[in-house]
């Protein structure tokens, strides 16, 4: 695993990019990455990342509040294991960690219904929209007690406002925004 060094910044972080830079999703009307500070991060170091490191080890290597945006493509199917709740809110917790106070998390995977979505041997986790209602503090206070809705409160410390979420025949999409008090 490589050192990261006290304070790293970058504007968007790329998590399980391979050799891949492309921007795939939009964020804030932002159609490629010119005007921002990008670190990729990957397991394999032949894709040189900027930073090697296995995301399924937590901590994540990056100072809190560092990242106005990460971007996830085709990875989050790949940690933790489907009915984990531990480490499923491990990783997004970690998401929501490292951005800063509304800061964006944009991330692709394949669809529930997909023939990716078990087919591939490396993909351990399927998500969906309704795995993202686990993320937000309003949904818990809105349900909870209204639906059969299970309560992860005490796992969950992180919150996250869905901004966007498109469920496709091969490809789930989703954009979420880090809700946390603003520091002065």
């Known amino acids: 695993m490589d050192t990261i060094p006290k304070g790293l910044r970058a ?3 790329l998590l399980g990019s391979g050799s891949s830079r492309e921007r795939r999703l939009l964020v804030g009307g932002r159609s490629d990455w010119s005007d921002q500070t990008v670190v990729a991060v990957d397991i394999e170091p032949r894709h040189n990342p900027d930073v090697v490191w296995d995301l399924d080890t937590t901590p994540w290597p990056f100072d809190d509040n560092c990242a106005e945006e ?29 951005l800063k106070p509304d800061g964006h998390l944009a991330a692709t995977c394949p669809s529930w219904n997909s023939q990716w979505a078990w087919g591939d041997p490396g993909h351990t986790r399927v998500l969906t929209i309704g795995s993202l209602s686990f993320l937000s503090q309003q949904i818990y206070k809105d349900d909870i ?35 946390k008090p603003v520091r002065s």
Request: aromatic share 16%; hydrophobic share 45%.
């Open 11 to 13: 504007d968007v972080l």
């Open 145 to 179: 007690g209204k639906t059969t809705m299970s309560d992860y409160r005490s796992m969950w410390r992180g919150d996250f406002e869905k901004v966007a979420a498109q469920e496709a025949k091969e490809r789930f999409a989703f954009v979420l925004r880090a809700i």
């Open 70 to 98: 990460i971007h996830a493509y085709e990875i989050l199917e790949h940690l933790g294991k489907q009915g984990d709740a531990a480490s499923f809110f491990r990783h997004f917790y970690e998401c929501w960690r490292i």
